[in-house]
């Protein structure tokens, strides 16, 4: 079985939202987390914080509000999440124990809110490379040396499924790990060569394993390892070279193989093991957090092609385009400062475009009044508002 499950069971509407806005709506929802060494309390906790989020994320995770949930029910655990609910009470359902799993459900009492922007309709291309491990040795132990590219992946994988926002549809399939003063340049490049919005940096910071020597009056006792990890990303908008995103994460997580033996980095041994499930926990967190930061924020299209008096356009299904939107035509001019550094600068152009056709990952535009587009050449934008 997979280290954590979750299972959304029901959401049910005590009061009708349409006609009461302000009054709150029963959530009723069950996860399950393994439990690893016998450590029953800390798989409880965290099948019960699973819960939560998916209760919360079911009433809609948008706007970055932070609920901090101490409740009886986690009252030595504070779980932080952000979400567009406000939550006014916590149950707890149930909760069994199996033999290597337990399983809580809660139902919650949660205010929904409404959605504060409309930029959300469309999913912002993002593109992103595996992640270099700082620190090359310390992937010695199992042979991770891939590790980062598996880690690029899942979150990748995590975002396809999960992301509301965004869309990480390209992870570049080389290690790239710039220098702070390089990384505008290269999100305007990179960029362009992807038909990517937004530029998500990543790199390990930490990759080392901790051992504990056994007491001498326990000799029996074998030495405990522990593995850290700290991720550090930041993301850069391709357009304008500003960075939307920072975050670091890190854990420290018990090591259940052999210090001696290679494990590969993508099986579902070392994924469902203590430091594979601690790592998803990660993956979650910086997929929900990057959501929530590009979530208000305007979504651009590229001019890829100018046939005419039509437009094709690097959006399309994928990120909810449909045919009849209407969108806003921009030119971009770019000039380089004193400092040889680059920026960027947006004029609107006069005439706005409506969608004609939609594909899996294009669209094809024209202009609404039928007016010509002039002076608009690839690598022009439109931008959803």
């Given at each position: 079985?997979?280290?954590?499950?979750?299972?959304?069971?029901?959401?049910?509407?005590?009061?009708?939202?349409?006609?009461?806005?302000?009054?709150?709506?029963?959530?009723?929802?069950?996860?399950?987390?393994?439990?690893?060494?016998?450590?029953?309390?800390?798989?409880?906790?965290?099948?019960?914080?699973?819960?939560?989020?998916?209760?919360?994320?079911?009433?809609?995770?948008?706007?970055?509000?932070?609920?901090?949930?101490?409740?009886?029910?986690?009252?030595?655990?504070?779980?932080?999440?952000?979400?567009?609910?406000?939550?006014?009470?916590?149950?707890?359902?149930?909760?069994?124990?199996?033999?290597?799993?337990?399983?809580?459900?809660?139902?919650?009492d949660i205010f929904p809110q409404e959605t504060m922007?409309?930029?959300?309709?469309?999913?912002?291309?993002?593109?992103?490379?595996?992640?270099?491990?700082?620190?090359?040795?310390?992937?010695?132990?199992?042979?991770?040396?891939?590790?980062?590219?598996?880690?690029?992946?899942?979150?990748?994988?995590?975002?396809?499924?999960?992301?509301?926002?965004?869309?990480?549809?390209?992870?570049?399939?080389?290690?790239?790990?710039?220098?702070?003063?390089?990384?505008?340049?290269?999100?305007?490049?990179?960029?362009?060569?992807?038909?990517?919005?937004?530029?998500?940096?990543?790199?390990?910071?930490?990759?080392?394993?901790?051992?504990?020597?056994?007491?001498?009056?326990?000799?029996?006792?074998?030495?405990?390892?522990?593995?850290?990890?700290?991720?550090?990303?930041?993301?850069?908008?391709?357009?304008?070279?500003?960075?939307?995103?920072?975050?670091?994460?890190?854990?420290?997580?018990?090591?259940?193989?052999?210090?001696?033996?290679?494990?590969?980095?993508?099986?579902?041994?070392?994924?469902?093991?203590?430091?594979?499930?601690?790592?998803?926990?990660?993956?979650?967190?910086?997929?929900?957090?990057?959501?929530?930061?590009?979530?208000?924020?305007?979504?651009?299209?590229?001019?890829?092609?100018?046939?005419?008096?039509?437009?094709?356009?690097?959006?399309?299904?994928?990120?909810?385009?449909?045919?009849?939107?209407?969108?806003?035509?921009?030119?971009?001019?770019?000039?380089?400062?004193?400092?040889?550094?680059?920026?960027?600068?947006?004029?609107?152009?006069p005439e706005a475009v409506i969608v004609k056709q939609?594909?899996?990952?294009?669209?094809?535009?024209?202009?609404?009044?039928?007016?010509?587009?002039?002076?608009?050449?690839?690598?022009?934008?439109?931008?959803?508002?």
């Amino acid at each position: 079985m997979q280290v954590v499950r979750i299972i959304l069971i029901s959401a049910v509407l005590m009061l009708l939202v349409t006609c009461f806005p302000a009054k709150a709506i029963w959530f009723e929802a069950t996860g399950q987390a393994a439990i690893h060494n016998g450590e029953k309390e800390a798989a409880r906790q965290q099948a019960t914080q699973e819960a939560i989020k998916q209760a919360l994320l079911f009433s809609g995770a948008s706007v970055k509000s932070i609920q901090s949930l101490v409740n009886g029910l986690l009252e030595d655990d504070r779980f932080e999440i952000r979400a567009s609910g406000e939550v006014n009470n916590i149950e707890l359902i149930d909760e069994i124990y199996h033999d290597d799993y337990v399983t809580v459900s809660i139902r919650a009492d949660i205010f929904p809110q409404e959605t504060m922007c409309s930029a959300s309709d469309y999913k912002k291309n993002i593109v992103t490379t595996w992640y270099d491990i700082n620190k090359r040795q310390q992937a010695a132990v199992g042979n991770l040396y891939d590790f980062g590219k598996v880690l690029a992946e899942k979150i990748q994988l995590e975002a396809q499924n999960h992301a509301r926002h965004s869309f990480i549809h390209r992870v570049e399939p080389y290690f790239l790990t710039p220098l702070d003063k390089e990384k505008k340049s290269m999100a305007f490049t990179l960029a362009q060569k992807t038909d990517a919005q937004f530029v998500l940096f990543g790199e390990i910071i930490e990759f080392g394993l901790e051992t504990t020597q056994s007491s001498g009056l326990a000799f029996w006792n074998n030495d405990q390892n522990r593995r850290n990890l700290t991720l550090s990303l930041s993301m850069f908008d391709g357009n304008s070279g500003e960075m939307v995103f920072q975050d670091t994460q890190n854990i420290s997580a018990p090591w259940d193989f052999d210090i001696h033996k290679p494990i590969n980095s993508n099986s579902q041994q070392l994924w469902d093991s203590t430091f594979g499930s601690a790592t998803k926990k990660i993956i979650q967190t910086v997929v929900q957090s990057i959501d929530e930061s590009v979530s208000c924020l305007p979504a651009f299209g590229r001019v890829i092609k100018v046939s005419g008096e039509s437009l094709s356009i690097n959006i399309g299904k994928h990120n909810g385009v449909k045919q009849g939107d209407k969108l806003t035509l921009f030119q971009m001019n770019q000039f380089f400062d004193p400092q040889n550094l680059p920026h960027r600068q947006f004029q609107l152009h006069p005439e706005a475009v409506i969608v004609k056709q939609v594909f899996a990952e294009t669209a094809l535009v024209e202009s609404i009044t039928g007016a010509p587009l002039a002076n608009i050449q690839p690598n022009d934008f439109v931008a959803r508002r």
